[in-house]
């Protein structure tokens, strides 16, 4: 069979590609190494799919902060209210959770990615998985196919390569788009995990003495080595054996690395500010008032609903301070360390897991070379990207997925137009 357009990679790029080229009347090949499409998708959002966002699309550009801007020409096309309307026609209902993140009802990922290849099977997309392409096939500064790992070849004028980063390569993304961008000329920036957690050889990370241990809505600041705050989140952290993690710390993480880079830095600060809502002397007059109004009872005690238990006594350890101290014995330069820890503490953080153990791949081919309203490369006539593997990322939360599926739709849609109107 003759195809127009070969889509390389079933991620939730390539799916809304091949849907998109197939809906303007290509015969399109999917093709796909795993024996699975849209394993990625079906572990995201803690394995319950987070198909989008429902925030309107400036808030969601704001939260790809790796290039979020280059989205605005795709998005005019196709946006996260289309992929919500895609969803649901296809008898997916939605639901909106905390920051805009959309589910499906039924909680299950498995319906969603079901839903995906039900569609793309509906308009006669031609699926090869368990086969894995080597390289993109050019000549005369044009696509003519692809060639697989078992040296086949299969000859079409458009291939959109969908093929993912580098992060949890258990799911088939394996950066093996890198080299065929290069190949046709493309620039590819530097990739840096992102959406990961972060390691430190604090003693007290080292001894884990805080691992397990969650703390809710704190403001997470990364700081530049003089001290200066660069950028602070506020969600859940949590301490783990090697660092940090949980969803504020995931967002620093980019921050961390890149100011690591650009600082030269073995080491950057980050500080946990456990009451975003208090200024520090509010804080210091609330524990004075606590421990005033109980004058007999230890800090430790009348101290314990500020923060959990377990964070109260490392602080109060931290600051060198007796937890069965009373008022009667307590000096105000203590109370004002107290107050000084809950709102930032510092810890020294020396890196991060690496890529293949992050959310999602920084960097990646750079976007001065690609097309924004079509994804089509500037370098080699028919060639297109979408997904991870272009210098775009976000946050978790649905906003890597709304643009794989807004890139995705754009190449498929140009691809097809591509052969149609030629
Ligand atoms: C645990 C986890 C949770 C996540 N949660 C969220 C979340 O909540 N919100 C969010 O926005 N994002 C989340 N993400 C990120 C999101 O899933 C990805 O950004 C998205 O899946 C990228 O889509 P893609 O189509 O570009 O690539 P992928 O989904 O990585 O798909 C790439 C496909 O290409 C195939 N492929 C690779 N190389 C070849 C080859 N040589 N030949 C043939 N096929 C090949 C692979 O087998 C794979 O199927 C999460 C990621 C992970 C790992």
Redesign the pocket.
């Known amino acids: 069979m003759n195809f127009n357009v070969i889509v390389?990679?079933?991620?939730?790029?390539?799916?809304?590609a091949s849907v998109a080229a197939a809906e303007e009347g290509a015969a399109v090949l999917l093709?796909?190494?795993?024996d699975?499409?849209?394993?990625?998708?079906a572990?995201?959002?803690?394995?319950r799919c987070?198909v989008?966002?429902r925030m309107p699309v400036d808030e969601i550009i704001k939260h790809i902060p790796g290039n979020g801007k280059f989205l605005y020409s795709a998005f005019s096309e196709f946006n996260n209210e289309d992929i919500i309307r895609f969803f649901e026609k296809l008898g997916i209902k939605l639901k909106e959770e905390d920051h805009g993140?959309m589910f499906p009802v039924n909680d299950s990922a498995k319906s969603v990615v079901q839903a995906l290849l039900n569609k793309v099977k509906s308009l006669n997309v031609a699926i090869k998985v368990n086969?894995?392409?080597?390289s993109v096939l050019y000549e005369n500064g044009e696509v003519k196919g692809i060639k697989?790992?078992n040296k086949e070849k299969i000859y079409a004028p458009n291939v959109i390569v969908?093929?993912?980063?580098k992060?949890?390569p258990y799911?088939?993304?394996?950066?093996?788009?890198y080299a065929w961008a290069k190949a046709a000329g493309h620039t590819i920036t530097e990739l840096y995990p992102t959406?990961v957690p972060l390691t430190s050889d604090e003693p007290f990370i080292k001894q884990r003495t805080l691992q397990g241990l969650s703390l809710r809505d704190v403001a997470l600041t990364v700081r530049n080595p003089k001290g200066k705050a660069i950028k602070t989140h506020r969600w859940d952290m949590i301490f783990t054996h090697f660092g940090l993690s949980g969803p504020a710390v995931l967002r620093c993480s980019q921050f961390v690395v890149k100011a690591m880079k650009k600082y030269n830095a073995q080491y950057i600060n980050i500080t946990v500010d456990t009451k975003p809502d208090q200024n520090e002397e509010q804080l210091f007059q609330e524990l004075n008032h606590l421990a005033k109004d109980e004058p007999k009872k230890a800090v430790k005690n009348v101290w314990k609903g500020i923060v959990p238990e377990r964070y109260l006594l490392f602080l109060l350890d931290y600051i060198g301070l007796s937890e069965d101290k009373t008022y009667h014995d307590l000096a105000k330069e203590k109370i004002r360390e107290m107050a000084k820890a809950l709102k930032e503490f510092p810890i020294k953080i020396n890196g991060t897991l690496p890529i293949e153990k992050?959310?999602?791949?920084g960097g990646g081919v750079s976007l001065k070379e690609i097309n924004p309203k079509e994804m089509a490369s500037k370098k080699m006539e028919g060639l297109y990207f979408?997904?991870?593997?272009?210098d775009i990322?976000?946050?978790?939360?649905?906003?890597?997925?709304?643009?794989?599926f807004v890139?995705?739709h754009a190449a498929g849609k140009s691809a097809a137009a591509r052969i149609i109107y030629s």
């Open positions: 390389i990679g079933g991620g939730p790029a390539g799916l809304m093709v796909d190494k795993g699975k499409l849209g394993r990625k998708l572990i995201s959002g803690g394995g987070n989008t966002n993140r086969t894995s392409v080597e697989l790992k969908a093929v993912g980063g992060s949890v799911t088939g993304s394996t950066g093996d788009g959406e992050a959310f999602i791949t979408c997904g991870e593997i272009l990322h976000g946050y978790t939360g649905g906003y890597n997925i709304t643009a794989a890139t995705g």
